[in-house]
């Protein structure tokens, strides 16, 4: 199997943000993990509308917990994005098999989730004092652009 970045959604919520999460993994070439709970059924028509025909020809699966996950995918590193967090976004050098971990759009990543990697792998994207959060589709975006930029776009 080919080395490819992998996003993991951890027990998301809204239908439309892992839709246009399943576009971009599409159209980037990046697997995508949707770990369980699900905010929603996986034939929602939010989901549906949000990633249109993309969902067939994402390389997704969906994991019962992050155990779960972590013993199949077996990702190199895993990048936990959190508004907690103090290492930018950029600072790593993303390498194919990496995983960057994004939480449920509510509340984020569980701290014990979270202070399980090291402090180097808890990354944040910038933002404006007294700003709460990016959405998610948005964020995954922009931290699955820059790790696929690191790689040259392949």
Request: with cysteine; aromatic share 10%; hydrophobic share 40%.
């Amino acid at each position: 199997m080919r080395s490819m970045l992998n996003i993991v959604l951890f027990e998301p919520e809204i239908p439309p943000n892992t839709g246009n999460v399943i576009r971009l993994a599409t159209n980037t070439g990046a697997r995508l993990a949707l770990i369980k709970p699900l905010g929603f059924r996986l034939d929602d028509k939010h989901l549906k509308r949000a990633g249109l025909d993309y969902r067939e020809y994402a390389d997704m699966q969906v994991y019962a917990d992050w155990p779960s996950y972590l013993d199949s995918a077996q990702p190199h590193r895993v990048f936990a994005f959190s508004t907690k967090a103090n290492t930018c976004y950029t600072e790593p050098r993303f390498r194919p098999d990496d995983a960057l971990l994004f939480g449920p759009e509510t509340r984020g990543l569980p701290a014990e989730l979270l202070e399980s990697l090291p402090i180097d792998q808890r990354l944040r994207i910038p933002m404006r004092e007294n700003s709460r959060s990016l959405n998610l589709a948005n964020a995954v975006s922009i931290a699955t652009f820059e790790a696929w930029r690191q790689m040259g776009f392949r």
